[in-house]
């Protein structure tokens, strides 16, 4: 069973910038792929930024062309850059592995902890 933990979170102002890392440990990575996804309250969970089987990636309309996810091979880990922050986008954030051909289906896979961001107005 691998483990998938999240860091970077925090409170940043409207229009500000986070960069939030994902950590795996004890995960074979060769047919998985690996995204990012949040939960804001009283919402479900959402796709927000995620690789697909062949490499290339997968955002959510909300956050196309500020969100940027990227593979940290250094650190055998997925970061999300964040630009241009709204408080719409305050919610906790999860890093996910599944099977690649389960890729659409997330829940089949496994969550980090999730981390907190918090956009204030």
């Known amino acids: 069973q691998g483990l998938l933990v999240e860091s970077g979170g925090g409170l940043v102002q409207a229009g500000g910038s986070l960069r939030l890392s994902c950590t795996a440990s004890?995960?074979?990575?060769?047919?998985?792929?690996m995204g990012w996804y949040r939960q804001a309250p009283g919402k479900q969970r959402e796709l927000v930024a995620r690789?697909?089987?062949?490499?290339?990636?997968d955002y959510a309309d909300s956050v196309k062309g500020r969100f940027t996810i990227s593979i940290n091979s250094n650190k055998n880990a997925i970061d999300l850059q964040m630009d241009s922050l709204k408080p719409e986008d305050t919610a906790v954030y999860y890093c996910?592995?599944?099977?690649?051909?389960?890729?659409?289906?997330?829940?089949?896979?496994?969550w980090g902890q999730g981390t907190q961001v918090t956009v204030s107005s």
């Open positions: 690789f697909t089987p062949g490499g290339s990636t």
């Open positions: 004890g995960i074979i990575y060769t047919g998985k792929v």
């Open positions: 996910n592995v599944v099977q690649a051909s389960l890729y659409r289906f997330p829940n089949l896979g496994s």
